[in-house]
């Protein structure tokens, strides 16, 4: 069992130093998703209310923990308001949480952060639903639709800026995509 006392769980990532992110679940999948970490020191889980990594009896409901800069000083995923039936990103950063969304989105998952601090993700709009970069220098996170798509997702970055993801075409064919930025070989 990847997460004692849980019969199921979801890792989403692994670190070069061996932590693995993503959610558990008890018997019923989705109404008991909670975000974990699993260290060479133990587990934790997203504490509720956001905050701290905490026992993970007190976790936020409908949450994934999807990414990590090295150390783990910041985690990357996604959490459901069960009442709005709302998809949220969020970021924790040195224990702090705090909720994020792209602007005029019904729906925002973010999947990856470097370690420069940039995240990707996905969100929905009313056009659709589109891959996102938000740069860690805090500028409009950018969209990333790949050409003549009906969907585009954001799963993976690099160091470098590299990303890697998802794009269903007209004909509802799913095709990865890897997008280089500018003046990488």
């Not at 940039?118 to 860690?136: C, P």
Request: glycine letters at 16%.
């Amino acid at each position: 069992m990847l997460v004692p006392g849980h019969p199921g769980a979801i890792p989403q990532r692994i670190t070069p130093d061996g932590d693995i992110y993503g959610c558990y679940h008890d018997f019923d999948l989705m109404g008991s998703m909670f975000g974990f970490v699993r260290t060479r020191f133990g587990y934790d889980s997203l504490a509720a209310g956001g905050g701290e990594l905490a026992d993970p009896m007190q976790s936020v409901p409908m949450s994934m923990n999807n990414g990590a800069t090295p150390g783990g000083r910041t985690i990357v995923g996604l959490w459901t308001d069960m009442m709005a039936g709302h998809t949220h990103g969020y970021v924790v950063q040195d224990g702090t949480f705090q909720s994020y969304d792209v602007p005029g989105s019904k729906s925002t998952s973010i999947w990856d952060i470097n370690p420069a601090g940039d995240l990707v993700g996905t969100y929905v709009d009313s056009l659709g639903q589109h891959g996102f970069l938000q740069s860690a220098n805090g500028s409009a996170p950018s969209s990333i639709d790949y050409p003549d798509a009906i969907a585009t997702a954001a799963f993976g970055i690099n160091p470098e800026g590299v990303i890697v993801g998802q794009y269903t075409d007209t004909a509802r064919r799913v095709h990865g995509f890897i997008a280089v930025p500018a003046g990488i070989d």
